[in-house]
């Protein structure tokens, strides 16, 4: 399973990017997916989360109200909408999915998780 993230780049705060990733594996539909961050110098931390079918989403408090995931399980993909965005959410964003088949609860612990993307970055200026 490949897990391609894209969409990052360089934005103001208070302004808006959409990252996507892509995966390779057929069996995509039937498994959560995940977004989590890296800023420098500090640990991964999950942002938002999806059910397999897309019926339940889970966010971070850090980002409730500003970030949206979404996913679409015909082409494979799960988006991440960031909107207000704010300089620290400056991060590498990563792309994750889940460890088990259609589980509604995708939660922050990262051992939940089995296959991860290359990340993309994201930098918000002041």
């Known amino acids: 399973v490949q897990l391609q993230a894209s969409g990052g780049g360089l934005v103001q705060a208070g302004g808006s990017l959409r990252l996507s990733c892509a995966a390779s594996s057929s069996s995509f539909r039937v498994y959560g997916m995940g977004w989590f961050r890296q800023a420098a110098g500090e640990e991964r931390t999950f942002v938002a989360g999806?059910?397999?079918?897309?019926?339940?989403?889970y966010y971070a408090d850090s980002v409730k109200g500003r970030f949206t995931i979404s996913r679409d399980n015909a082409k494979s993909t799960v988006d991440l909408q960031m909107n207000s965005l704010k300089p620290e959410d400056t991060a590498v964003y990563y792309c994750?999915?889940?460890?088990?088949?259609?589980?509604?609860?995708?939660?922050?612990?990262?051992?939940?998780?089995?296959?991860w993307g290359q990340g993309t970055q994201v930098t918000v200026s002041s």
């Open positions: 994750a999915r889940n460890k088990k088949l259609l589980v509604e609860g995708v939660g922050p612990a990262e051992n939940d998780y089995e296959y």
């Open positions: 999806i059910n397999w079918s897309g019926s339940r989403t």
